[in-house]
């Protein structure tokens, strides 16, 4: 997978009446994020079914760019309180793209 289009998809299940803390806590992060080299984009969904679901999509360009992004101080500040809003670690997956249209 390297140096070829990464996507990530991250579950968030976020303790029960603190999905604005998660919403107040990603919208720099979201910002911040779109701006880095090598991010084509960065968008966090919330389930229609369960408003405590969230699912963060994410394509990088490369694994390698998607790996400095992971050492950026704000997704570092974000990991370390996450424990804060989130009854779970975040599920990741990381995929490839096999059909482009």
Not at 8 to 22: C, N
Not at 64 to 87: C, D, N, T, W
Request: overall charge negative.
């Amino acid at each position: 997978m390297s140096g070829q289009q990464v996507t990530v998809t991250a579950r968030l299940k976020v303790k029960q009446g603190l999905e604005d803390r998660l919403r107040e806590e990603f919208a720099p992060v979201i910002a911040l994020t779109r701006a880095e080299d090598g991010c084509i984009n960065y968008d966090l969904h919330q389930s229609t079914e369960d408003p405590s679901v969230f699912l963060l999509h994410e394509n990088w360009a490369s694994q390698e760019i998607l790996y400095l992004h992971l050492q950026q101080p704000y997704i570092r500040a974000l990991g370390a309180k996450s424990e804060e809003f989130l009854v779970e670690p975040p599920e990741i997956k990381l995929w490839q793209q096999i059909v482009n249209h």
